[in-house]
């Protein structure tokens, strides 16, 4: 068996970057890797998120990075805690992945090895318990939800949804679109219960709703890690309903949900057309509401416009607050592929920012795709390739107009026009009309015009997202003005020359 070491530690994550770049997130720089004992590599977190995230969404990557470096039969387990390190130092308990089980020496009759399954290494199990302290919270009311149904078989009411430890306030990029529901989030993380209860978030697919309701349950927890929090989609809610209507363990279903510190639901406009599902949530928001315990819902469309939905329900729906998220502006397009880009540690010029928040004006979660799809090509044939225009042009599925023979760049223009004016590429993208800002935009567009076959509309999205006419407007303002000012028109030869110095054409 190999012995772990920082090498192997090192070409394991070297691996995950190479063959699954998009799970890779730059908090995996804190994973510690405590013990390679008896087959099982077993690596530490710094939290109980980190943990049941890696845990199930995870597992698969780490187990193959792992068995491909050290060419060894090997499973993971993600551990947390300050216990987690004491123990390696123990004997292992449980079956190894030699056949045999280190507690007795031997398997029962049909018993196959912990971390096999018909001869193939599985992830090992982890059960996790509220009511033990060694290990990290769950995020749901354990209770007796394990039983045995109608028919004798094993029932679980587990199904919840899985927190993503990058969907943390952190990482929310504030804008103008959603500054009241991004507020309130954070008024019910710290006082859940007693600040907007209930909180109904709505709005399109990918806006940023699903971020906000697990970064209130990642505080929560946070603050208060023995908090009963229930987070489940409105599917699962309705379909452990159904099962538990078939399977007579009504009493179990409503001990998770009416017991709960906090019930959060996902998509809750699903609920519409089942009278029995609203029957029974009317219910179970009531018991919570009067216990003063935190409801979180979001919705694709306010409570108002959710078909076939009670009265009742409507009427609690807007007992706290309702509060809206839309598409980003530009700006707020280009902070989010950043923190995207920083999450993942990396690094994407200005321009191609800039580029793709003037292509992608519909969610966050496209965004995330196009950064998905950039490291995807960046890598493409094992080999890292340069992210530039022409690379996202190509991971979008598009084919950029291409700059004039002399190799011109956008980014060479706009590091002429940052340098010799002292302004940021920010400035340039944004909406300010200072004369200060205006007239370097207007020139920079100018030359991207003339230097570059880039379309007007190419142009205007790199420059803050602005449309044809106005990229039309600044060229014919520089053109005029170059015409009837002797100074201005110096100082674009100026530019110029600083221009062809930098495409390496000067004399």
């Known amino acids: 068996m190999p012995r772990l070491d920082d090498k192997l530690w090192r070409d394991v994550m070297a691996y995950l970057r190479r063959h699954h770049a998009p799970i890779c997130r730059q908090w995996f720089d804190e994973l510690e890797p405590i013990a390679l004992k008896s087959g099982l590599l077993r690596i530490r977190t710094t939290n109980s998120i980190q943990q049941n995230y890696l845990q199930k969404r995870c597992l698969e990557p780490f187990t193959e990075a792992a068995q491909s470096v050290t060419n060894a039969l090997i499973a993971v387990r993600f551990d947390f805690?300050?216990?987690?390190?004491?123990?390696?130092?123990?004997?292992?308990?449980?079956?190894?992945l030699g056949g045999k089980s280190e507690t007795n020496g031997a398997l029962r009759e049909g018993e196959e090895p912990a971390g096999e399954r018909n001869g193939r290494a599985v992830p090992e199990a982890l059960e996790i318990d509220l009511n033990d302290p060694v290990e990290p919270p769950t995020l749901s009311v354990r209770g007796d939800s394990r039983r045995l149904g109608e028919d004798g078989q094993p029932f679980d009411l587990q199904d919840d949804v899985v927190l993503n430890p990058d969907y943390t306030f952190g990482n929310f990029i504030v804008g103008p679109n959603n500054q009241m529901a991004y507020a309130a989030s954070v008024a019910v993380a710290n006082q859940p219960g007693d600040a907007y209860n209930p909180l109904f978030i709505h709005g399109g697919v990918g806006?940023?709703?699903?971020?906000?309701?697990?970064?209130?349950?990642?505080?929560?927890?946070?603050?208060?890690?023995?908090?009963?929090?229930?987070?489940v989609s409105c599917e699962a809610f309705m379909t452990q309903f159904i099962e538990c209507v078939q399977r007579g363990q009504m009493l179990d279903f409503r001990h998770r949900y009416r017991y709960?510190?906090?019930?959060?639901?996902?998509?809750?406009?699903?609920?519409?057309n089942r009278e029995r599902s609203q029957e029974e949530f009317f219910h179970t928001f009531n018991e919570l509401y009067q216990a003063r315990k935190q409801l979180v819902l979001s919705s694709d469309a306010a409570p108002s416009e959710i078909p076939h939905?009670?009265?009742?329900?409507?009427?609690?729906?807007q007992w706290g607050l309702v509060t809206n998220v839309t598409k980003p502006h530009f700006e707020t397009r280009v902070a989010i592929l950043r923190a995207k880009a920083a999450l993942r540690g990396l690094e994407i010029p200005d321009d191609v920012i800039a580029y793709l928040a003037g292509k992608i004006d519909s969610h966050a979660r496209e965004l995330e795709g196009a950064i998905t799809s950039l490291m995807a090509y960046a890598s493409l044939g094992n080999c890292d390739r340069e992210i530039n225009l022409a690379l996202a042009a190509e991971a979008l599925g598009e084919q950029i107009n291409q700059p004039r023979s002399n190799h011109?760049?956008?980014?060479?223009?706009i590091d002429v026009i940052t340098g010799y004016f002292s302004v940021k590429l920010s400035d340039l993208q944004s909406r300010r009309r200072h004369?200060?800002?205006?007239?370097?935009?207007?020139?920079?567009m100018f030359l991207a015009r003339k230097h570059t076959r880039f379309s007007l509309e190419e142009?205007?999205?790199?420059?803050?997202?602005?449309?044809?006419?106005?990229?039309m407007h600044s060229i014919k303002m520089v053109?005029?003005?170059?015409?009837?000012?002797?100074?201005?028109?110096?100082?674009?030869n100026l530019l110029e020359d600083r221009l062809q110095q930098s495409s390496g054409l000067g004399s």
């Not at 709703?209 to 009963?228: E, F, G, S, V």
């Not at 939905?309 to 729906?317: H, K």
């Not at 053109?479 to 674009?492: A, I, P, Y």
């Open 459 to 471: 142009i205007g999205g790199h420059f803050g997202g602005r449309d044809h006419t106005t990229v």
């Open 207 to 231: 806006l940023g709703k699903t971020h906000l309701l697990q970064a209130i349950c990642q505080t929560i927890l946070t603050n208060k890690p023995d908090t009963r929090i229930v987070y």
């Open 435 to 444: 004369k200060s800002i205006t007239e370097p935009r207007q020139l920079a």
């Open 479 to 492: 053109e005029e003005r170059s015409g009837r000012d002797e100074t201005f028109l110096k100082q674009l």
């Open 81 to 96: 805690g300050e216990d987690a390190k004491s123990e390696v130092d123990q004997e292992v308990t449980g079956m190894g």
């Open 408 to 413: 011109t760049t956008l980014q060479q223009i």
């Open 260 to 272: 709960a510190d906090m019930l959060v639901i996902d998509d809750i406009h699903f609920l519409a």
């Open 309 to 317: 939905l009670e009265e009742r329900l409507l009427s609690r729906f």
